[in-house]
């Protein structure tokens, strides 16, 4: 894990899920998700960054605990992850990276994580820029 500044952030944020720990079921830890993150500026594209934020609330009680582990957050010791790419991505302002997440917990340690990305990056006006890529990530 690492912590990624924010003026190195290319692209707006893409919510890939939600999670109510209230009410999640084992099943729905397993998911695919379509992506896509528009460019905001021209730049190298050297990696895809995931965190997240959280709200607690506890009922009856007004006083609400949010954080956040992303580069526009304060600090916390969990940083982020940063999935590097094979091959950085010279983006242009309007350029778009779509693709899909999924992720399954892994067969041997359900702790772990096993997770796929595929991604192309997309020009404005529709061409392919760079063709499709698969990255695979065993998070422990």
Known sequence: MDVVD???VVTDEFVFREIDIHT???EE???KVPFSLRVQRSDQVHALLAYFTIDFAAPGV???IHFGTGPFDR????KQTVFYLPKDLQTDKGDRIE???SCVPNGKNPRDLDI???YKQ???EGEIKEESTVMHYNMC
């Open 62 to 64: 007004s006083k609400r």
């Open 116 to 118: 796929s990305i595929e």
């Open 99 to 101: 693709g899909t997440l």
């Open 29 to 31: 830890l397993s998911f």
């Open 75 to 78: 600090y916390t010791h969990w």
């Open 6 to 8: 924010s003026r190195a």
């Open 122 to 124: 997309v020009g404005p």
């Open 24 to 26: 999640v079921t084992k």
